[in-house]
């Protein structure tokens, strides 16, 4: 791999890859511009290496996961403990007075 430029294939074996197209996408989501010599000369998308090590430089690895937001608990209360006063508001909260 002492190219600037390596093919699909190559990219895969340099990321440790399966498959060519599966170094195609995982390129694509780091957003390494790939250059298309398709026109000239007929030798397809390659990428610049130097443009590989610096997606790969910017992955950033957090050894701990992010803490769990804990909801807040509701509280069950009993209808026939409330006060007459929460009562009468919790049941005219939504309708209209009669």
């Known amino acids: 791999m002492?190219?600037?430029l390596?093919?699909?294939e190559q990219a895969a074996e340099y990321l440790g890859l399966k498959t060519a197209e599966?170094?195609?996408k995982r390129l694509a989501r780091l957003g390494v511009k790939k250059y298309d010599f398709g026109l000239v000369?007929?030798?397809g998308i390659r990428y610049r290496l130097a443009d590989i090590d610096d997606a790969l430089s910017r992955i950033v690895i957090d050894p701990t996961p992010p803490a769990?937001?804990?909801k807040p608990k509701k509280h069950e209360q009993n209808f026939f403990t409330l006060s007459v006063k929460e009562?009468?508001?919790l049941l005219t909260a939504g309708g209209v007075t009669q």
């Open 41 to 43: 000369g007929g030798k």
């Open 87 to 89: 009562q009468k508001a």
């Open 68 to 70: 769990k937001k804990k």
């Open 22 to 24: 599966a170094a195609e």
């Open 6 to 8: 390596i093919n699909k």
């Open 2 to 4: 002492l190219a600037s």
